[in-house]
């Protein structure tokens, strides 16, 4: 006998946004709720699954039983079952029983909020429901996202960051993560961390970006209320949360979302569409109305349910091309005969739009992408995509590729560093040194570097000095702000016992400083996506391995100078200067306490003589592999008369 009640959440009007594409709270009306029907408590639930011909909610509150608790069909065409189940609670496990021709699926809840942890996981009842402190954040968190503002960000996988020290096999929690986190970022000064994804997956090794659970806080580290602990005490201390979301692919566990009632439901029915060749996942059809209203109610979702302020989305690039990692004849053109998924890229639009409705500029979407897309960055009012940022892909690219050539090779290669300055204000980018690039068999990013211990060591402080002064917003994985020597291993901690030695410790003190210099000094923010920020002095001193250049802000005195000396010699340097200006060294890679070998840079001459297309000189002696920021000082014109 079924024993499921008639209950619904859902109006009329839901189930019209729902199927136009346009419903984004969908996880306020899907999925299991505690509800209270007649007097009697127990949980609500729905489940899209039109191509079903019974579905039923089994668990262990049944013994697994599909017989005994069959929910309803809506009559609207919705393919939405639902129903009412007394004297369920919060903690009870259970899937769906979905019966197509001839089999019955077990599936978890596409929206269930929490999951178990094991390869067939079940859903969880549970709750969001927490007890927020961070108004204050809130209040003023569209000034600490704004693109005129400081932003260097901390990557982190949750697993690895940092262990239990009595059992290297144990993950720490959400609420232990945040006892350590919050002091750490406190001392080394990033404005907001990232989290690879914490959504629920079933596969370590997946590092979380083949997720079952879009709506549910991985059990792994806690419950989301523990997660939103985490995200609760960083807030309080004035850093903002970004995530990475993954509304491209989703792998084909049975209890996921592949084939979910017997059919092609989330993903594309066409494989030339619908499966990724490379991570063996499936591709979500962004061309179904319901499958839109599924991903940006799950965007809107973390943002709203778990206060995150910004949602870095992945492999973008995947999603936007047709033929991505597809060969001739393995991909279909679109009906304009060209490579992009128009489907994909409307979505991405509509994600957009949707975020800046309901939170204007107070949180942030940074695409992750690799190609020359056009316009990721721009408003879609002007044919653009909508993110706030994308990933400066080729910088780091280039940037790397140059580092690790040997002395004698840097002239031939110089202008590799200066290329990104081409295109830098074609979007706003963000210059990231990511996780991707400490991984298979590529090598940390210290050893990357080229020549012995010290001068690696050396050329990494200098491409920091690099980073932190051009143009964009900054975001270093973790392990690299003290040079971790090993490749990151998603299996274990990263090596904090290297911070016993004096170079490991000095590379952390330099980041820490770059830091600080980035979020004080306005030259460094103010115009960091806009061309009024960036100033080439020299960019062609390939025979010395010199680069020179300005940051500017707002106001015409502010202005910051940087010269990069990525060659093995000590020098002293000729650079032009703009008349009635004086400058004055702030900082210096070079110096003892950052490892290095603490060469002053002096600048010991000042001359009016005309060189690098300006009207003065300076005189400047150059450590070896070292960046050095000098701070424009104005000489008023009248006390120099009065001299």
């Known amino acids: 006998m079924n024993i499921v009640?008639?209950?619904?959440?859902?109006?009329?009007?839901?189930?019209?946004?729902?199927?136009?594409?346009?419903?984004?709270?969908?996880y306020e009306k899907m999925g299991s709720h505690s509800v209270e029907k007649d007097g009697v408590k127990g949980v609500y639930f729905s489940v899209w699954a039109p191509h079903a011909m019974k579905v039923s909610v089994i668990g262990n509150f049944n013994h697994w039983n599909s017989q005994d608790h069959i929910l309803f069909p809506r009559w609207d065409g919705s393919g939405i079952w639902e129903g009412f189940i007394a004297g369920l609670t919060w903690g009870t496990l259970y899937k769906y029983?979905?019966?197509?021709?001839?089999?019955?699926?077990?599936?978890?809840?596409?929206?269930?909020?929490?999951?178990?942890?094991?390869?067939?996981?079940?859903?969880?009842?549970?709750?969001?429901?927490?007890?927020?402190?961070?108004?204050?954040?809130?209040s003023q968190r569209a000034a600490r996202n704004n693109l005129d503002s400081p932003i260097?960000?901390?990557?982190?996988?949750?697993?690895?960051?940092?262990?239990?020290?009595?059992?290297?096999?144990?993950?720490?929690?959400?609420r232990e993560i945040a006892e350590k986190l919050v002091p750490y970022i406190l001392e080394i000064g990033f404005t907001h961390v990232e989290f690879m994804p914490v959504m629920e997956f079933p596969y370590d090794p997946s590092w979380g970006y083949q997720i079952t659970g879009f709506y549910a806080a991985t059990s792994r580290f806690g419950s989301p209320q523990d997660l939103m602990y985490l995200i609760d005490i960083l807030h309080q201390n004035n850093i903002g949360v970004l995530l990475d979301w993954v509304p491209s692919h989703f792998p084909g566990d049975a209890n996921g979302l592949y084939l979910f009632d017997g059919t092609p439901l989330y993903e594309y029915a066409d494989p030339q569409k619908g499966f990724h060749p490379d991570w063996k996942s499936y591709i979500f059809d962004y061309g179904k109305n319901e499958v839109k209203s599924f991903l940006i109610s799950n965007a809107l979702f973390w943002l709203d349910r778990y206060h995150v302020d910004g949602l870095r989305v992945d492999a973008?690039?995947?999603?936007?091309?047709?033929?991505?990692?597809?060969?001739?004849?393995?991909?279909?053109?679109?009906?304009?005969?060209?490579?992009?998924?128009?489907?994909?890229?409307?979505?991405?639009?509509?994600?957009?739009?949707?975020?800046?409705?309901?939170?204007?500029?107070?949180?942030?979407?940074?695409?992750?992408?690799?190609?020359?897309?056009?316009?990721?960055?721009?408003?879609?009012?002007?044919?653009?995509?909508?993110?706030?940022?994308?990933?400066m892909m080729g910088w780091m690219h280039d940037t790397l590729y140059y580092f690790k050539q040997n002395q004698d090779k840097r002239s031939i290669f110089h202008h590799k560093l200066t290329f990104a300055s081409m295109y830098a204000n074609k979007e706003n980018y963000m210059m990231p040194l990511s996780h991707d690039e400490v991984v298979h068999g590529k090598a940390s990013l210290i050893y990357k570097m080229s020549g012995d211990e010290w001068q690696k060591f050396a050329n990494l402080r200098a491409l920091y000095v690099y980073m932190f002064t051009s143009s964009g917003a900054k975001l270093l994985f973790m392990g690299n702000e003290f040079g971790q020597t090993s490749e990151w291993n998603f299996k274990q901690s990263l090596d904090w016992h290297l911070l016993n030695f004096p170079i490991h410790k000095g590379l952390q003190d330099l980041v820490?400083?770059?830091?600080?210099?980035?979020?004080?000094?306005?030259?460094?923010?103010?115009?960091?996506?806009?061309?009024?920020?960036?100033?080439?002095?020299?960019?062609?001193?390939?025979?010395?391995?010199?680069?020179?250049?300005?940051?500017?802000?707002?106001?015409?005195?502010?202005?910051?100078?940087?010269?990069?000396?990525?060659?093995?010699?000590?020098?002293?340097?000729?650079?032009?200067?703009?008349?009635?200006?004086?400058?004055?060294?702030?900082?210096?890679?070079?110096?003892v306490r950052y490892g290095g070998s603490g060469v002053e840079a002096t600048i010991f001459k000042k001359e009016k003589t005309k060189?690098?297309?300006?009207?003065?000189?300076?005189?400047?002696?150059?450590?070896?592999?070292?960046?050095?920021?000098?701070?424009?000082?104005?000489?008023?014109?009248?006390?120099?008369?009065?001299?």
């Open 152 to 174: 260097s960000v901390y990557e982190m996988h949750l697993g690895s960051w940092c262990r239990n020290e009595d059992n290297a096999e144990k993950f720490l929690n959400y």
């Open 512 to 591: 820490k400083d770059l830091n600080s210099l980035y979020k004080n000094e306005t030259a460094l923010y103010e115009n960091q996506f806009n061309k009024n920020g960036f100033e080439w002095i020299e960019a062609d001193d390939a025979e010395k391995s010199v680069y020179t250049y300005l940051r500017k802000g707002k106001r015409k005195e502010d202005a910051l100078m940087t010269v990069l000396n990525l060659s093995k010699d000590v020098f002293d340097y000729q650079i032009g200067v703009d008349s009635e200006t004086d400058w004055e060294v702030i900082f210096n890679s070079d110096e």
């Open 97 to 138: 029983a979905i019966e197509t021709k001839g089999k019955i699926l077990e599936k978890s809840d596409p929206f269930a909020l929490s999951w178990e942890q094991n390869l067939q996981a079940a859903s969880m009842i549970s709750t969001t429901w927490f007890d927020w402190e961070d108004q204050d954040w809130i």
């Open 5 to 26: 009640k008639t209950f619904t959440l859902l109006s009329e009007e839901d189930i019209y946004l729902f199927k136009e594409g346009k419903h984004y709270r969908l």
């Open 611 to 643: 060189w690098m297309n300006r009207s003065n000189s300076i005189f400047i002696n150059l450590p070896p592999l070292a960046g050095i920021i000098l701070k424009k000082q104005i000489i008023e014109t009248k006390k120099i008369e009065d001299q």
């Open 316 to 391: 973008v690039t995947s999603m936007l091309h047709l033929d991505y990692s597809r060969k001739e004849g393995e991909w279909t053109p679109n009906i304009e005969g060209g490579n992009v998924n128009l489907e994909a890229k409307a979505f991405l639009q509509e994600l957009n739009l949707a975020i800046k409705d309901q939170y204007k500029e107070d949180v942030i979407t940074i695409a992750e992408e690799s190609s020359d897309f056009p316009k990721l960055t721009k408003s879609v009012a002007l044919g653009g995509v909508g993110f706030n940022m994308k990933w």
